[in-house]
């Protein structure tokens, strides 16, 4: 879609210049047409992707499934922020750090995110998540989830073991 606004600015842009170098008003018109009609299908291509639409959730989460070749249901808590918000931080004491940071268990992050999550975190449903030992994870400045406590679920398996 993006290429298609692309080829719409650049003929908006090759007709500007006939205008331009001509007293031809049909031209400059054509330009803005052109224009206009990127921004019509700019705005439909944001209208048909935008993010409360049941559908193009549909579409990222069947996407997601396919690209990560799993699939986990988690039902949202009410504890759980809101979407575009992120989560709190675990507050994790420092005896639990130490533990951590020798861990190599997976946690899952999520791109230009600053918390990393257990796979069974509420606040990740239907989003894409990469998998990272979590000693890299720290290594990488990622913090702890407040609403899944990865710290604390972790340093338990552990301690248990």
């Known amino acids: 879609m993006l290429f298609v606004v692309l080829l719409l600015v650049l003929a908006a842009l090759g007709l500007l210049v006939p205008a331009l170098t001509t007293s031809n008003t049909i031209w400059a018109w054509s330009s803005v047409g ?6 019509l299908v700019l705005a439909w291509d944001w ?3 935008r993010p ?16 990560d070749d799993q699939r986990v249901v988690v039902s949202a808590t009410a504890d759980t922020p ?8 675990e507050d994790t004491d420092a005896a639990d750090l130490l533990v951590v940071a020798d861990l190599v268990d997976e ?6 995110r600053p918390r990393y999550h257990l796979s069974s975190c509420s606040w990740l449903a239907g989003r894409p998540t990469l ?8 290594q990488l400045q990622f913090t702890p989830c407040g609403v899944c406590m990865p710290d604390a679920a972790l340093v338990r398996r552990s301690r248990s073991a």
């Open 34 to 39: 052109a224009s206009v009609l990127a921004a």
């Open 47 to 49: 209208w048909r992707r």
């Open 52 to 67: 409360g639409d049941p559908a193009a959730d549909a579409q990222s989460v069947d996407q997601q499934a396919v690209a």
């Open 82 to 89: 809101p979407a575009d918000e992120e989560p709190p931080e």
């Open 107 to 112: 946690v899952r992050v999520l791109d230009e």
């Open 131 to 138: 998998g990272l030992p979590v000693q890299e994870a720290r």
